[in-house]
């Protein structure tokens, strides 16, 4: 049987069990739920996203538009004499609630939280239809119009039902039921405390207003009770040597407060919060100072979605997120790029990190009254909700906004003047507006790498500017960082900075001991991170630093080696880490602590003269490595990584790594690249042709080794790497149809002679892994190209293939014969006595092949 069918006799039994009090449930089970374009309902629970699936998919354009959501719901006749509240903790991103088909409120905006009185809308005593209409269409007046990210629709987040007496602190506006405690001055020695807020008062009770405050341990250290004679209150208090909250010892008061019927003595509300004692700075010399204190502040950004959910996450996984942050040695975490779920950021008062919290005002601003006063009342609420978390110490209110003026080459001059300004008249009214909420905290925004930021005047608007800044990545050179921010901080001496985004994509299939920039392999992203890290540490300016991303996160529009998905992640999206991660446990982390990399890379595919690379990741000053409880190895740490070089037989090994009380284990197996084709009868031979890393097939576990040259085993002749373009991409950076194994297709030889293969004698398979990467390549024939023969032909791929001097492929046209851009693999059944020879002749254009594959039958 259903829950729904008990529902009303359970409201009926908490109705009379609360005798006025505040009554707080979930509403989240049972709902009927249908998108506008289709015929057929389903049930569904909150938290909820129509967006899961489809912003995944190649080709299918995310839904965007309207989805409704219904219920029943028996109202008990008692909740007459009561008021009744929805609240809604996020839905993207315009909302509208109907009471029995009635207009009881409307919501814009995707990531704050909204609650309406619904009472007068109510039948008491019978059953009533809640129907709730949201809509993620693409809306000019509403921020965000676009990102490196999904906009999932939906009500993702908790809803709630509250129901109060007829006096109570007021629900409705911006605060969505927060009341604000401020903090106006603390110290070592005192603290003042000011509790403030608004009550709607009945007229036929008096009413009493009961304030107590609490210490961390739970005893009372504070107390107020004085007859309500306005409906706005503001009381102070005084607290003598506070404990001080920091991400070392996130201490945390309590408060609550009573709305009392002086007649019954009835408590008809309640309110409780917490809230922590700290002061804080940004120095443009010093950095972060807290509580007196300089501290450099590292850690991440989040986004909020989870692999196979979208953005409708349970509040177990934003602590499983948070908690591993923590782990990971954090103390700072920027909520990008909009406030995020309720629970997060009592998770971070809870576990001691710092936060940057920011509306979605993100990569462009529409020069409209609208979308200005929309971007301002989701900095209202952001601030008026959240204003009691101690954690927080960062106001943000703009991401990138320049970045599409920048890279839109058909915009005139006149309007790019034109959106300039209506950028920054809308950072001075946001900033005016943060300053008029909080003058206590930092405002702050962050800027991608352009000089338009400071010429323009934006720069000068908040207290703390943040970079996003990609050397190495988007932007050549690693040691240009330091570069950069130096001639910033010699500029502009005045201005505190930080790193806000930072990080290369990173693939956990792909694997090298040659990392290069765009090849998207854990090593690259470990050699970059390493490189910022140290860069920025030994900065005292430098406020602190941010990674992009703490976890891999949904972008439909994202084509690196996994489609959909920004990579740049410390773990996988479903929050598996990868080795980086378990790196800032080594640089960050106080306690012994030690880990041997490569989790994904623990089969070695090596020639006989190759050392099999590893590295350790420590906290101390050297790390000592067993291997097969016998071979004992020392190496000194330099920047928390141990190296060894060791030369091992073929087969599986032991390795066991020592750092003061910690110890880590990890089982290898080594491979001779020599002998590979001495076991092709058990083994078929995959390579990764045009490539310098392995691919670890994650559905087979196969591995497509790195390619090589020929010399008497194996390997290519002629031609060079393919690179869409110069000194950046690895191959294509574009999405690959037809395969779930895009990295195999992004890299190829171009230009290729022939691919010589030194098998025994047999029958074999040979398979062709090819795509056609240049979007431009011609569909038609070489020979049949009209008058535009000349033209057409030099964007053309066309070339034979013969094997062991046998046409296979005669005119290849990958484009016209498969697709661009799409996956492509041709087999052959071969018979040979001692030699494979695919070669490659071309009749327009270069060759191509992504990978091969040699199986004995």
Known sequence: MKFSKYLPILLILLCNSISGQRLVKTMNSGWEFQLEN???????????????????????????????????????????????????????QVTKLF??????????????????????????????????????????????????FNFYGGIYRDLELIITGKSHFNFEGEAAGNLIVKTPEVSKDKAKINFSGSLIHSEDSELKLQIEISDPSGKKVSEYEKEVETEEFSVDFNLNDPALWSPEDPTLYGLSAKLIDTDSGEVVDTYSTKFGCRWFKADPEKGFILNGKPIKLIGANRHQDFENMGNAVPNSIHRKDYQMIKDMGANFIRTAHYPQDPEVYRLCDELGLLVWTEIPVINDVTDSEAYHQNSVNMLREQVLQLYNHPSIVFWGYMNEIFIRLVFTGDMSEADKRAKIETSVKLAEKLEAETKKLDSSRLSVMALHENELYNTSGIADIPDVIGWNLYFGWYTQGLENLGKFLDQQHEKYPERPILISEYGPGSDSRIQTNDPKPWDFSEAYQLKSHVSYLNQVIARDYMIGMAAWNFADFGSSGRQDSRPFINQKGLVNFNREPKDIYHYYKARLVDEDLVYIAGRNFENRIIKKSEPV??????????????VDSKKELTSDVVDNIAEFNLNLTEGDHHLKAVSGNAEHFRNITVQFRENLLDNIANSPLLINTGSHSDFID????????????????????????????????????????????????????????????????????????????NRSASTKSIYNLGSDAQTTSEEARVFDIMINGKMVEKDLNLAAEYGILTAAELNYIVETKDNIEVQFKSSSGKPVLSGIRVEKL
């Open 38 to 92: 289709s015929e057929t309902p389903e049930t569904v629970n909150i938290p909820h996203t129509w967006n899961a699936e489809d912003a995944f998919q190649e080709n299918a354009g995310y839904f965007r538009g309207k989805g409704i959501y219904k219920k029943q719901m028996t109202v008990p006749a008692a909740w007459e004499e009561q008021s009744v509240f929805l609240k809604f903790e996020g839905a993207n």
């Open 698 to 773: 994650e559905e087979t576990g196969e591995i497509w080794i790195s390619d090589q040259e020929y010399s008497r085993s194996f390997g290519y002749v002629g031609g060079g790497t393919f690179q869409q373009s110069d000194n950046k991409f690895q191959g294509s950076a574009s999405n690959i149809k037809l395969t779930t194994k895009e990295p195999l297709y992004q890299t190829m030889r171009e230009g290729l002679d022939a691919y010589n293969i030194n098998v025994p004698q047999g029958k074999y398979r040979i398979s062709l892994l090819m795509t056609e990467p």
């Open 99 to 148: 009471i029995n088909d009635n207009l009881a409120g409307e919501h814009t905006g995707g990531y704050t939280a909204f609650v309406f009185e619904i009472s007068e809308f109510l039948k008491f005593g019978y059953t009533n239809e809640i129907r709730i209409e949201v809509d993620n269409s693409h809306d000019l007046d509403i921020p965000p119009l676009e990102a490196d």
């Open 613 to 626: 690379r590893i590295k350790v990741f420590a906290n101390s000053e050297n790390v000592q490595l067993s």
